[in-house]
């Protein structure tokens, strides 16, 4: 049973780095994004990550310290990060949805750039 417990525990502080890590991974992206519906989307992405991470951390928490006030703050926790993954993903399939005509749009506006430059060049 304690191999059980040390397991889960491990699995959890795992999953709290790796989520923690991607969020930031897709935060960078969103900043370094020049698009509107891109970044939209990337974001949507890292607070999926942020709303597991939190899942994690409040099982681990729940896991880990068998109080009141463990379970209490634990269990929000779980609430508030499953409710963030499931309205972020939602937002996700919106945004990419819309990334199609995003990049149609992105190419008709560097052809115009394009044509403009080369009318200056006359």
């Known amino acids: 049973m304690?191999?059980?417990?040390?397991?889960?525990?491990?699995?959890?502080?795992?999953?709290?780095?790796?989520?923690?890590?991607?969020f930031v991974v897709f935060k960078v992206?969103?900043?370094?994004?020049v698009r509107d519906v891109r970044g939209a989307y990337y974001n949507s992405?890292?607070?999926?990550?942020?709303?597991?991470?939190?899942?994690?951390?409040?099982?681990?928490?729940?896991?880990?310290?068998?109080?009141?006030v463990a379970y209490i703050i634990g269990g929000i926790f779980v609430l508030f990060g499953g409710y963030q993954a499931y309205h972020f993903n939602q937002a996700r399939k919106y945004f990419k949805g819309n990334l199609p005509i995003e990049e149609q749009a992105w190419?008709?506006?560097?052809?115009?750039?394009?044509?403009?430059a080369k009318r200056k060049k006359r």
């Open 107 to 116: 190419k008709e506006f560097e052809a115009m750039k394009a044509n403009k």
């Open 45 to 68: 992405i890292a607070r999926i990550w942020l709303g597991l991470f939190l899942v994690a951390f409040g099982l681990n928490t729940m896991l880990q310290f068998h109080t009141l």
């Open 2 to 22: 304690e191999f059980l417990f040390t397991f889960a525990v491990s699995f959890l502080v795992t999953a709290i780095v790796a989520t923690f890590i991607l």
């Open 29 to 33: 992206r969103k900043i370094r994004t």
